[in-house]
């Protein structure tokens, strides 16, 4: 089972196929039942960890995963963003019941000046931020539901971890809910910006692409927190390995860790998908909160 | 007096001006101390506001209010940088007295995506950010004070006030002091980006290009509050009035204020300037809390 | 009749206010002819300077100016986008024949790191380069018209005059027109960013706000040469001259030019305007060429 | 041979290296004369490519190609800036003899937007571009050399071939040498960001991250080319490929093309590094044209 921590991945749905790889064996592991199925055209698998035994086996904690395909975007289909938006939205409200009376705390995890690891302060740019209007002007607002929106940067720029500026904050405007985007590490560089996960376990330590050392999870914050993101890296010792299986070839993993090291690689065209997977998932956690808003609504508000 | 609140400024200096110009006085009013000297061969105006008398006549708290004129820097004088930079962190090293055992916690006001607005947030990402190594790393990092550092951006982004956000945090990592960096607004055109005000009062409710809604001062944290800060706009009524007071000319200023409304003007190479503000406020701050370092020892650092 | 000299302004209807005010007379003055009409519902001023007489008092080529008032665009009013757009292709095309078997040029003239003059630049990254697309896929691409693209970058960064990059880019692979895309100022701050200017006159010595020493016009470069452009930055002087007059104040306009200088002002809200600015110029252009394309059909070969 | 083709690289030093292990050979091949040594501190290793057999073996055209090791600057040790751009300044000096009476047109290639093919534009921008200056104040600017300065944009975006915009520019404005900056290709993750190659054969069809159709260099162009670039990108096949080639594993070079197609990854940390190497080759070119000017100058200049 070494090999689950020796191919970086932070999606469930690749976690299971390495367990499978690494344990020989195919279906799913006991405690993990994954589905398939589609959402508006799109391709969505969803693993439950329902047992501490998966959780171990798949190096995740008990809770849902549900990874949504958006090839149709980065092809450029007609509608696909409407339809990415919209599938988003519906897997994310199966996910969350929040209290109308108190905000949704929507998160972006990351450094924004390092293209693959903004997607979360990029998507926060995004997020309707309501809580103010509605105390302030309730008859013009009032169909909005409550929304509170924090980046809170990374360790290195600000010398606090990015769950302490959460906590801190959501103890002076409790939410009834946190939303944590990310951007994440992939095993594969053919799922780079083509696959978003959400899922109700928070974020879990040394996951992310900002390895976050303290857990954001109901546990540490005491609410529900969802959390939603999308491969834009792969460690580069990672994606040689994977090929190499891919290959039925042999080879010494430690050797790639060694030449390696912790370099991780990205798409090229990085800056343009960062932005566009950034917008996607904003548009869909809007959507999931904001249910009497079209995304014409949502693009008049952002403006 | 109405004149304090038709003209727009944030600047003790300016605003000391405006009472006499409105008052037809000259010399400090009663309850106000006005010094001049000269630092590391910047001019150097300092405005204190002793009374409650003072206070109301300025429009500004009780306080020290000193600013330092940057105009070698803008015309790219020999060794401008280094010496704004020690002029910057004497003066402010003689309004704090932080404690060493808790960090000082350095914030930077406004919105990064308006760029006259966008010194605050600039700066921060150029405060050295040091608790997290002093306590991982206590052998290597000994020589460096503790400092933590936040950029709240703006409440129509966050749905949160600013001091919200700063007092949520505070309570959970607890700085002796803050340091707290915003644009401002000027009198004249020709202030722009060329003075720097430092005060031991922190930030004022309407204050700042950013418009506070609510104080961050000692009262309103519990913790002494140094604000810093560059002027970056002009209300475009107050331009137009203050150059019609310039030149002896009457006028109403009602009509300014409903031909301009609330525009507000900048320079138009505010790109380059704002990004050179920030650079100089940023290393007058590190030099100031990190006594032994270098300015080469800061770009280190940074780099 | 100085005034128009030390009054700066771009617009042509704002020099025929000028030069009205400057001799005190009313109407048309000989060899200019204005009308005013709507185009969907955006109110639109033509300035036809028909005599030397009429470019003598006027300071402007003999040519045709119209002026697009984009107020509905700032004030997000429903549609407006698509309104200004239509606008802009419609009158464009009242301007231009372009030979359908050589490329239309689009220049954006400025400097993209100084966001109030960075309109030409940003427009041009909007506009669809079409010509390689032709040659290379005929069958797919025929019913595009060829267009070429070309930011030729400021004097300063180059040490080339953008007149000598144009007309070598031009000997070279020629086009059948050009159209110049600038920033301009304005006479009043109220019309920063709200006004967009065509003209079949090209670009003159000393205008834009990136003052142009060569004339780019069809005398320079042997074909028509369309403008277009906004204002995004207003003299200082001017903007004070301005106000003072309105209000039927006299005063020294030397005095105010000593003490301003070469002070240009713009928005504090620039970014997001030059923004939205340069979007509406790109889209008005593309669809005055492209004629067989929606808004639609745009975005997506933007995408 | 066929490995020259499916590894992509544009790199001559490791072009040589590629070809030795097809061919199970060791040392230069018939044509090839390469050399290592020592500048400022810093690795160098020069490949000649002295016949046209030579320039068939490595896929690259008869001339000469120094690759300099900036690992240094990488890692940040003492006066690493000075002595890469020192070193890069020196190898440029041997490579070209421009005429002081005609500037030196630096060329910068590649989309500004795209941050791993951004080094060629970022680096142009901080070229000091004197032409303008010698021709208006002489008497102030005479110790400079002329040099124009000029980024083409790419075909998607203009329309035109990058080599077509030059031309047609270097016949209004004709330089006596062409300075080429580009972003690369390499063979190994490794190399990202840490070698710089200069060469004297100017630009070939195919190479570069950019992709370039038309070849760029004195046959094309008529006067001396010098090219300079810095691996961005590697093509996904080619990393994976070239580790299994150093674990000793046989595969299906053509598998490898199918599963990742045109696929380039780049490093995450790309944004901070594609700044620090377009600046390091940037002072360099300048070092190399103005050597009348210290790094301290160049600073002044670009400020």
């Known amino acids: 089972m070494s090999l689950i921590y020796t191919k970086r991945t932070d999606l469930a749905v690749e976690a299971r196929d390495l367990y499978n790889e690494a344990s020989k064996s195919s279906g799913d592991p006991d405690g993990v039942i994954s589905t398939e199925f589609e959402s508006e055209g799109l391709k969505v698998h969803a693993v439950d960890i329902t047992t501490e035994i998966g959780a171990q086996k798949l190096g995740k904690p008990v809770g849902r995963y549900v990874t949504i395909d958006i090839d149709p975007l980065i092809n450029h289909e007609e509608n696909a963003f409407e339809r990415a938006v919209n599938a988003i939205a519906g897997e994310l409200k199966k996910l969350m019941q929040p209290d109308p ?51 809170p940067g990374v360790l290195g720029m600000t010398g606090i971890e990015s ?28 799922r780079l910006c083509r696959s978003v996960q959400l899922s109700n376990t928070g974020v879990t330590p040394g996951s992310g692409v900002n390895n976050n050392r303290f857990a954001i999870n109901r546990q540490s914050m005491g609410i529900p927190c969802i959390s939603i993101g999308i491969p834009t890296v792969v460690d580069a010792a990672t994606l040689t390995a994977d090929i190499m299986d891919d290959q039925g070839l042999k080879y010494d993993i430690n050797a790639l860790h060694d030449k390696y090291g912790s370099t991780f690689v990205t798409l090229k065209e990085i800056d343009v998908q960062a932005s566009d997977c950034a917008k996607v998932i904003a548009y869909g956690v809007n959507a999931s909160i904001q249910t009497e808003l079209s995304i014409e609504d949502i693009d008049m508000f952002l403006s």
Do not use: C, W, Y
């Not at 998160?107 to 979360?120: A, F, H, Q």
């Not at 002007?137 to 929106?149: A, D, E, I, R, S």
């Not at 946190?178 to 560089?189: N, T």
């Open 101 to 151: 009376n108190k905000p949704v705390m929507v998160v972006g995890l990351g450094n924004k000046e390092i293209t693959p690891d903004s997607i979360g302060p990029r998507a926060a740019e995004k997020i309707l931020a309501t809580r103010h209007l509605l105390s302030s002007m309730p008859n013009q607002f009032g169909m909005l539901k409550p929304v509170t929106v924090l980046s």
């Open 163 to 190: 769950g302490e500026i959460i906590s801190g904050v959501a103890a002076k405007v409790p939410p009834s809910l946190l939303i944590i985007i990310d951007a994440l590490a992939s095993r594969e560089a053919g």
